[in-house]
């Protein structure tokens, strides 16, 4: 327990058991490990933008670099000090006179960031609205049944044909699809019935939806905290405190 | 002047509704810890997206090289380790050269090195061949602006990675498009495969800019997994595993295999989508953190059931003694 690894493990614990301490209430020992968390986080996101992207990516190519020999290895351009002063300019937010010059580099990022929607946008949904269009009707009004494991020509008339299971599966889907796409026409007004009714149903399929995306948000915040209590028995008292592991 | 009656608090609906917070928590913290002691692997049907997933990996050419955007951290570490471990398992185990790099957070490319010598220790410990950097793996960087980098990725590997360096096996920094791991390597489509592992966004930019390209993966976590799953279903991404369900898919059909039999000639996984015959791994650790957490997730879910019955019959008893 007393080695680095030991130490190092036993120091998470504590953390761990700082920061589940606000469900018991707000208090010190909480607040401790959050600002201790919070300057790792920043202190390290520091470092790492300057070694993995600042240098490599802008100083290096800055300033080149020089062979062992003493010969340029690669020649530096100096034309990339010019992107000093526009990130620099970001900063200028936080002055009220000259706020306007912060927007200069952000409206440069926004530019090049439009430039790219017009392609993202077919790339994105071009390909969803066509496997929107799924056939509706059945050439077959059974079940599909489980593809053999050993037959290819059983297994080609299988995927031919339509089961009535598919065609009950791709109606929901489109119905799903045309009702949702329904209950965002807030352009118009909707006085028949039957689009009143499919807009009604749009928003309760939506509701569906938010539910099951809440059931798998629910899901994944139960993960962490089984994944904390592992690391606390058996990565930390297993392991370390009962000398199963490390 | 008749006063009005006010329910007992010592009625069964006021009971129930003030059950201390605290007993909730002490409950959950035991339900989320007891069952981790306990080996056991529930059933389980791989969802299509899982089994093709794993079809796609263990199809990669031996030797060729992907590309992984590792895109998660402490953070979402429940279902990403997990899947990490599972990822990099198979990718090690058929000699796969891998390149990582992250878009999202600039702790997630540590936090993937980390996992990795971890990966490696075990592998060592197992008598399996060491992976080693440089000449198995290369780490490419952080890159904040991810829309940028997609693109540029999408028109010409050499020039995205050209200031990339990472250290050779005599510990000197050399440019990534130098290593064994990126020879060849000079369009995204050399690549055997584009994979991001994410608990962000990350796969939709990379998607929007590289499903045409590249033959793409993906594993996210639970929250990501509705919005992504439309991906799959439209065939940009070519597999998708979600969250612990797809951890614990992964690792099921690392131990069964999929429409594979086993020495006794029984099937344990058919698959819907396809009738190729995907074996498992025999004799390797292959169940590991979502079988763990798999059994762990249906006790807590169990709990918050139990607590939403109780909190609303609660509510219910109450009112109804209030009207009476």
């Known amino acids: ?246 | 002047m008749a006063m009005p009656e006010t329910p007992s608090t010592s009625s069964l609906g006021q009971k129930m509704l003030s059950i201390p917070r605290g007993v909730w928590f002490l409950l959950l913290i035991v339900l989320a810890t007891v069952p981790q002691f306990v080996t056991m692997t529930i059933p389980n049907i791989p969802e299509d997206s899982s089994a093709a997933l794993y079809k796609e990996l263990m199809t990669l050419p031996e030797g060729s090289t992907v590309i992984v955007q590792t895109d998660w951290t402490k953070s979402t570490q429940g279902e990403s380790r997990g899947q990490f471990d599972a990822l990099m398992r198979i990718l090690m185990r058929k000699n796969i050269k891998f390149a990582f790099m992250s878009v999202a957070d600039p702790q997630a490319p540590e936090v993937a090195r980390n996992a990795l010598k971890e990966l490696n220790l075990e592998r060592v410990k197992n008598g399996e061949r060491e992976y080693k950097r440089w000449e198995d793996y290369v780490s490419l960087g952080f890159f904040p602006g991810a829309e940028g980098k997609g693109k540029e990725i999408g028109e010409s590997m050499l020039d995205a990675f050209k200031a990339s360096k990472d250290k050779d096996q005599s510990n000197v920094e050399r440019s990534v498009l130098e290593s064994p791991v990126m020879k060849g390597i000079e369009k995204v489509g050399d690549l055997s495969a584009f994979i991001v592992l994410t608990g962000t966004k990350s796969i939709t930019i990379a998607l929007e800019r590289l499903h045409d390209k590249v033959k793409m993966l993906g594993l996210v976590t639970g929250v990501m997994g509705p919005e992504t799953v439309n991906y799959y279903t439209s065939n940009q991404l070519k597999g998708l595993s979600i969250g612990l369900k797809g951890v614990y898919d992964m690792e099921t059909m690392m131990q069964f295999g999929a429409n594979h039999a086993d020495s006794s000639g029984k099937v344990i996984y058919y698959m819907k989508k396809f009738t190729d015959d995907i074996p498992n791994w025999e004799g390797k650790k292959n169940l590991d953190r979502g079988t763990r957490y798999y059994l762990t997730l249906h006790f807590t879910i169990g709990l918050m059931i139990i607590a939403v019955i109780i909190g609303n019959v609660g509510v219910l008893l109450t009112r109804k003694k209030g009207n009476a």
């Not at chain 1, 340029?72 to 992107?83: I, N």
């Not at chain 1, 297994?155 to 009950?168: C, D, F, G």
């Not at chain 1, 599966?169 to 006085?191: P, R």
């Not at chain 1, 569906?208 to 904390?228: E, H, K, N, P």
């Open chain 1, 1 to 246: 327990m007393f080695t680095f690894v030991g130490m190092k493990f036993t120091f998470g614990v504590i953390a761990t058991f700082g920061l589940y301490s606000v469900l018991w209430r707000e208090n010190k020992f909480y607040r401790f490990w959050e600002h201790v968390f919070l300057g790792l986080a920043a202190g390290w996101a520091l470092v790492t933008l300057w070694i993995e992207t600042l240098k490599p990516l802008w100083w290096d190519k800055m300033v080149g670099s020089i062979a062992e020999n003493g010969n340029t290895a690669e020649p530096g351009f100096w034309a990339w000090a010019f992107m000093l002063p526009i990130g620099l300019a970001g900063y200028f937010v936080f002055s009220r006179k000259h706020a306007w010059v912060g927007r200069v580099p952000v409206a440069i990022i926004i530019g090049l960031w439009s430039g790219q929607q017009f392609d993202v946008w077919i790339q994105k949904y071009w390909p969803q609205m066509n496997a929107s269009m799924v056939p509706l009707f059945p050439t077959n009004f059974g079940f599909r049944p489980q593809v053999p494991l050993d037959n290819p020509v059983l297994k080609a008339t299988i995927e031919q044909n339509v089961y009535l299971s598919q065609a009950i599966g791709n109606l929901i889907g489109t119905i799903t699809l045309l009702s949702v796409l329904a209950y965002f026409l807030f352009g118009i007004e909707l006085k028949s019935k039957f689009m009143q009714g499919t807009t009604k149903l749009g928003r309760y399929l939506l509701m569906v939806g938010f539910g099951a995306i809440f059931g798998s948000t629910v899901m994944m915040r139960f993960t962490l905290l089984i994944d904390r209590m592992y690391f606390i028995w058996i990565e930390w008292f297993q392991n370390i405190v009962m000398g199963r592991g490390i």
